[in-house]
C-alpha cells in the first residue's frame, strides 16, 4: 500500500503521487499564524498535523519542502498596532518570536521556508497585475482592487471547488472587504485595500496608490513564489477552507500561470476543530488556552502534543486537562519501557523490528490513521514489558526495540524524556541501604526504605542492583 489521504478536492481517499515525474520531491504549504496574538491550542492542532505529516511524508522517503507562512499584515494586526500605537514590524515582531518558541517547546521540526507577507509585496502586486489584465480583477473608485468572482466564473474556472456555495443568493456587483466572512457573503473580495486614515503607517506603494495586501492573495503569492503554480499539497484548519482557500484556489488559478490542465494544489487537506472541555473554546467560558496556559498548570510540551496528535485529524476533537492527565500516563508508560530497554540494549546498535514498522506504516498509510498508529505503538510497550517482565530480552532485542521506536517516532515526534534521575543524596542514601543490609541492620535498612518512599521515590531490583524508580 501506499500513502492515502483524503483530497478535501475529490471529496475522497486518493493515493497521493507527487508531481515531481521521479516521485521523490513533495511541496508542500501551510497556511500559518497570523500574529496578532499568542496562538491558542485550536492553531496549535493545525501546526501539530502539520508536522505529523510533514515527518510521515519524509519518513515514505519524500523530500518535503515545507513552507509555512507568517502573516504579518492583515485587518486584525492593523487593528491592534493602532491602539497599541506601536509599528508594525515591533508589534508582529514579538508574537512571531512566541510563535517559534511555542512550536519549538510542541517538538515541531522547523518548516523549510517561513515567508512573510510583508517580504512578498512585489510579488503580490505582481500576481494582482496579471488578474487585472486577464479582466477577472478591477479597480473600485476608492482606489482598492477586487476580485470578480462572476468574471473568473465566465473564464470557465471554477470558484467552490472545497465547498458547496449557493450561487443564486450572489448579487452582482456586490463587495466584501473584510479578511474574514462568511458564506453568505458570497462576494466579490479584496486582492488590495487602499489605505485609509486608520492604516496609519502601514501602507506600501502600488500601481492602484498606496494601500495593502488583501489575506488571501498573500497566500497565493508566498506559495507560488516559492513552490512554483502548481504544487502538491496544501494544509490547513478546515475553518479556513471558506472563504481563504477558495479565494487562494482563485486567485491563483484566475491568473492562468499554470502549465495546461495543471491545478494549483493537487491535494487539499483539511484539519478538524478542536473543542476545549467539550465546547467551543472562548475567553468568556474559560476554556481559552494557548500554549503558556497549559505549561503555566504543569504541563510540557510532549504532553500536549502527545494529546493534539492522539485522534484523527478529520475528528473534532475535545481537548480537556483530564486528557492531558492521561497522556502524561501513556507518556509515562513508554519512557519507563524505554528506559528499561537502554539499561539492558547498552551501546548496541541494531535494525529495527520490520514487523512493527510495517503495521505502524500500514496505519498511517490510511488517511493518517494516528489512533491506529498509536495502538500499535501501545500493544509493543505492552510485549515489551511482559517480556521485560519474564526476563527475556537479550540485549540485541532491546538494541533492535529501541531501534524500532527510534523509526516510529521519527513520525509522532514525542522524543525521549529527558533523564531525570534521582538527586544525589537519594543515591547515596541507596547505598548505606545496601551497606545495612550487607550488615544485616534490617532496621536501618527499612527505615532509609521508608525515607526514600516519603521523597517519593521506591527501590527496584534490576539484575545490574537495585535502583531507584519514582513512585
Ligand atoms: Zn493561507
Not at 498596532?81 to 515541531?108: M, P, S
Request: hydrophobic share 40%.
Amino acid at each position: 500500500m501506499s500513502f492515502h489521504i483524503f483530497n478535501s478536492l475529490s471529496r475522497s481517499v486518493e493515493a497521493f503521487i507527487p508531481l515531481d515525474p521521479a516521485g521523490k520531491k513533495v511541496g508542500f504549504y501551510c497556511c500559518g499564524p497570523t500574529v496578532h496574538d499568542f496562538a491558542h491550542i485550536g492553531n496549535f492542532r493545525t501546526f501539530v498535523f502539520a508536522d505529523l505529516v510533514r515527518r510521515y511524508l519524509e519518513f515514505r522517503g519524500y523530500t518535503v519542502r515545507h513552507v509555512m507562512n507568517i502573516t504579518d499584515v492583515e485587518d486584525k494586526i492593523i487593528k491592534r498596532v493602532r491602539e497599541q500605537k506601536t509599528t508594525l514590524r515591533e508589534y508582529t515582531g514579538t508574537y512571531e518570536a512566541a510563535f517559534l518558541d511555542d512550536l519549538n517547546t510542541l517538538q515541531c521540526l522547523p518548516p523549510t521556508d517561513l515567508p512573510h507577507a510583508t517580504g512578498h509585496i512585489a510579488g503580490i502586486i505582481s500576481l494582482i497585475e496579471k488578474l487585472i489584465a486577464r479582466d477577472i480583477a478591477y479597480k473600485a473608485a476608492d482606489g482598492s482592487v477586487y476580485f470578480s468572482i462572476e468574471k473568473y466564473q465566465g473564464c470557465g474556472c471554477r470558484y467552490g471547488q472545497l465547498v458547496k456555495l449557493n450561487f443564486e443568493e450572489m448579487r452582482v456587483g456586490e463587495r466584501v472587504s473584510a479578511d474574514e466572512y462568511d458564506k453568505q457573503s458570497l462576494a466579490d473580495f479584496a486582492l488590495w485595500k487602499s489605505r485609509v486614515p486608520e492604516d496609519g503607517e502601514v501602507f506600501w506603494e502600488s500601481p492602484w496608490g498606496q494601500g495593502r495586501p488583501g489575506w488571501h492573495i498573500e497566500c497565493s503569492a508566498m506559495s507560488m513564489a516559492l513552490l512554483g503554480p502548481s504544487f502538491d499539497l496544501h494544509l490547513g484548519g478546515e475553518d479556513l477552507a471558506f472563504p481563504h482557500h477558495e479565494d487562494e484556489i482563485a486567485q491563483s488559478e484566475g491568473a492562468g500561470v499554470q502549465a495546461a490542465g495543471k491545478r494549483f494544489v493537487k491535494y487539499w487537506m483539511h484539519g478538524a476543530h478542536l473543542l476545549v472541555q467539550g465546547k467551543k473554546m472562548s475567553k468568556s467560558l474559560g476554556n481559552f488556552f494557548t500554549l503558556r496556559d497549559l505549561l503555566a498548570r504543569g504541563f510540557t510540551g510532549r504532553e500536549v502534543r502527545y494529546l493534539l496528535i492522539s485522534a484523527h485529524y478529520r475528528e473534532t476533537f475535545n481537548f480537556t486537562l483530564e486528557g492531558l492527565e492521561g497522556a502524561r500516563t501513556a507518556i509515562g508508560r513508554l519512557d519507563e519501557c524505554l528506559s528499561r530497554l537502554q539499561e539492558l540494549a547498552g551501546a548496541e546498535n541494531a535494525t529495527p523490528d520490520a514487523g512493527l514498522v510495517a503495521r505502524f506504516t500500514e496505519a498511517l498509510d490510511t488517511d493518517l490513521n494516528v489512533s491506529a498508529a498509536w495502538a500499535v505503538v501501545f500493544e509493543w510497550v505492552r510485549e515489551t514489558n511482559r517480556a521485560l517482565a519474564a526476563n527475556g530480552i537479550s540485549a540485541p532485542q532491546a538494541a533492535s526495540s529501541l531501534a524500532s521506536w527510534a523509526r516510529l517516532d521519527s513520525v509522532l515526534g514525542l522524543g525521549r524524556a529527558k533523564v531525570d534521575g534521582p538527586p544525589l543524596e537519594l543515591s547515596a542514601l541507596l547505598d548505606e541501604r545496601q551497606a545495612a543490609r550487607k550488615a544485616k541492620d534490617f532496621k536501618r535498612s527499612d527505615a532509609i526504605r521508608d525515607e526514600l518512599k516519603a521523597k517519593g521515590w521506591m527501590i527496584e531490583d534490576t539484575p545490574k542492583g537495585p535502583r531507584l524508580k519514582r513512585l
